[in-house]
């Protein structure tokens, strides 16, 4: 038999683990091992393979004289794999010279423990990826309520005054582009101070959600509703000229006024001021024409609507108003 061939090991063989294969010298020491060799064995105890051999014993081999094909030793091999354990294999051991083979595979309780480690570490990856996914749906989700928070008013849900300047800015841009009419819709509730003042702020709180509630069913879903103040309230009305606009307002003034909300014994109303976008016109001076226009309500009667004019003296008091579509 060629010596030679014991030389190495092939590269197709070194990562398998299923199968042990190992040189080593008459003294017990290992020159080459493949990758299920080495796994079996725990490296802090050694690879000195003539302290692992015991069944057959290392010394019982060296002491075996190999057929002719090299043959010395085939059936049961015990190896001390380390820590005090112990691992069967079926295999064979040829002897060239004072160089010796040994080419194993693992006996079915190697292949068991070995298969149940697998599925017990498998099991452990899914639960962790399973936990790792529940944590990132839970951070995402806390995300987006925090998100939410920062847009919206806490008590009414409605978007509150840093999204409404936002989406002010951004029409405006819009406008300056396409020249699309754009409205704003700003109002306040008549005599809310009374209200707290005579029911409780519990009740004022109830009062503005129910005043949110009409604004969201009296609008598209294009426009945003938001809330602008204490009791003030504010609709952007993008695509829509005076005429819808308008008629948006006097539909919000008749929802409010018809409906008797308790412990309330009067109808609960607002003053309206009506502004459309003029051209080169920025966010706060388009604001203050249309809060401008509900202090022109406020002053002719309240429970009414204004259209803010250019300047001051345009402004226009609309006390009763014919409805027609929305346009």
């Avoid at 009506?274 to 309240?302: C, M, S, W």
Wanted: charged residues 25%; aromatic residues 8%; negative net charge.
């Amino acid at each position: 038999m060629n010596t030679a061939r014991f030389a190495f090991i092939p590269p197709w063989l070194d990562p398998l683990r299923a199968v042990a294969v190992a040189m080593f010298d008459s003294n017990g020491d290992l020159i080459e091992a493949n990758e299920g060799f080495r796994f079996t064995l725990n490296p802090e105890a050694g690879y000195n393979v003539a302290q692992r051999i015991f069944e057959p014993s290392f010394a019982a081999l060296v002491k075996m004289r190999p057929d002719e094909t090299g043959l010395v030793y085939s059936g049961l091999i015990n190896l001390n794999v380390g820590l005090g354990v112990t691992r069967a294999f079926a295999g064979t051991v040829y002897r060239r010279n004072q160089l010796f083979l040994l080419a194993a595979e693992l006996d079915i309780s190697a292949f068991e423990s070995l298969s149940s480690d697998n599925e017990r570490l498998n099991q452990e990856l899914d639960e962790t990826r399973k936990q790792l996914s529940k944590r990132n749906h839970t951070l995402q989700k806390l995300q987006e309520e925090i998100e939410t928070l920062k847009r919206n008013d806490g008590l009414t849900g409605l978007a509150n005054l840093k999204l409404l300047d936002a989406r002010v800015s951004e029409e405006i841009q819009r406008w300056e582009r396409y020249r699309r009419p754009l409205a704003l819709v700003l109002l306040d509730l008549d005599g809310f101070g009374k209200i707290n003042d005579e029911f409780s702020r519990e009740v004022g709180d109830e009062l503005l959600q129910h005043v949110a509630t009409i604004l969201n069913g009296a609008t598209r879903t294009l426009d945003l509703v938001a809330r602008y103040g204490g009791q003030e309230f504010a609709v952007l009305l993008p695509e829509t000229n005076e005429m819808g606009a308008m008629i948006v307002a006097e539909r919000l003034r008749m929802d409010l006024e018809g409906q008797l909300i308790l412990p309330l014994l009067r109808p609960l109303t607002a003053s309206f001021g009506v502004a459309l976008l003029q051209p080169e016109e920025i966010r706060d001076a388009y604001y203050a024409r249309a809060g401008r226009a509900v202090k022109f309500a406020k002053a002719h009667g309240k429970n009414c609507i204004a259209m803010a004019g250019v300047i001051a003296e345009c402004d226009h008091l609309y006390q009763s108003f014919v409805q027609e579509p929305h346009v």
